[in-house]
């Protein structure tokens, strides 16, 4: 089994910027994609931001220009680089490793509000 661990969210004024981080318990192999989804109140889980399989990135059109996806494979961690957030960015943020057999793993999901 393994654990993601996100950390980072938290309160911040539009304009400005929070990281998120995510770490696995361990390493882990035939893994898909990885990255980070979020869901506000009353709407659907979206994809924000991913490492596809082909080793390129993926990001929601609301958010190219203003967050970033990177990793650290020594520390089993994947962050997201938020910048210049918007009041429409509030969600729960959650990490996400999809693996080759169609298995996902989820974090705990980690608030971020931004208060305009």
């Known amino acids: 089994q393994v654990e993601l661990v996100e950390s980072g969210g938290g309160l911040v004024q539009a304009g400005g910027s929070l990281r998120l981080s995510c770490a696995a318990s361990?390493?882990?192999?035939?893994?898909?994609?990885r990255g980070w989804y979020r869901q506000a109140p009353g709407k659907q889980r979206e994809l924000v931001a991913a490492?596809?399989?082909?080793?390129?990135?993926n990001y929601v059109d609301s958010v190219k220009g203003r967050f970033t996806i990177s990793r650290d494979n020594a520390k089993k961690t994947v962050y997201l680089q938020m910048n210049s957030l918007k009041s429409e960015d509030t969600a729960v943020y959650y990490c996400?490793?999809?693996?080759?057999?169609?298995?996902?793993?989820w974090g705990q999901g980690t608030q971020v509000t931004v208060s305009s």
């Open positions: 996400n490793y999809r693996m080759a057999s169609g298995y996902n793993y």
């Open positions: 490492f596809t399989s082909g080793g390129g990135t």
């Open positions: 361990r390493s882990i192999f035939n893994i898909n994609a």
